[in-house]
């Protein structure tokens, strides 16, 4: 299964599990957005990229309410 994350998709599990592949859970996916999120913040700040970055913090505040 993919999962759109800030324009991207990340692969979430496929199918049914087998038995010793465990699913995500959603604070897995939470704490991964939020990772892919910080790190997009910090490059958007580094490129001077103004509205992108807007707009990440924007969503990241999204996320923490």
Do not use: N, W
């Not at 599990?13 to 913040?41: C, M, N």
């Amino acid at each position: 299964m993919l999962l759109r994350i800030s324009g991207r998709y990340t692969d979430v599990g496929a199918g049914s599990p087998g038995p010793t592949a465990s699913v995500p859970t959603a604070e897995d996916i939470y704490k991964k957005a939020i990772e892919r999120l910080d790190f997009a913040i910090a490059e958007f700040q580094e490129m001077k990229m103004q509205p992108s970055l807007e707009r990440a913090l924007r969503h990241k505040g999204l996320l923490k309410a």
